[in-house]
């Protein structure tokens, strides 16, 4: 079992930064790969983040070179630097973890509003 919790939401201005943190605890050691999705009222969820063990990451256009993903083995935590933040940003995101074993995790989302 591995328990996922996000931090980091809140309410920003247009070309605002944020850090999200997404702390693992449990059978932590069993994650293959880690990511970031948002979701956002009457739209499907969307990945804007993937980090493997190996540290390759992945991200879709809509915020590369604005979106970086990092990972803290030491302190099992994932983060999600947001910089030139959009009104469209504005959604709830959710941390994931994929486990060696085949089981997916999610944590129960922070909010993130991005507005004037």
């Known amino acids: 079992q591995v328990q996922l919790v996000e931090s980091g939401g809140g309410l920003v201005q247009p070309g605002g930064s944020l850090r999200l943190s997404c702390a693992a605890s449990?059978?932590?050691?069993?994650?293959?790969?880690m990511r970031w999705y948002r979701q956002a009222p009457g739209k499907q969820r969307e990945m804007v983040a993937h980090?493997?063990?190996?540290?390759?990451?992945i991200y879709p256009n809509s915020v590369k070179g604005r979106f970086t993903i990092s990972r803290d083995n030491a302190k099992n935590t994932v983060y999600l630097q947001m910089n030139s933040l959009k009104p469209e940003d504005t959604a709830v995101y959710l941390c994931?973890?994929?486990?060696?074993?085949?089981?997916?995790?999610w944590g129960q989302g922070t909010q993130v509003t991005v507005s004037s």
């Open positions: 994931y973890a994929f486990s060696r074993l085949g089981v997916a995790y």
């Open positions: 449990g059978s932590s050691l069993s994650i293959l790969f």
């Open positions: 980090v493997s063990d190996g540290d390759t990451t």
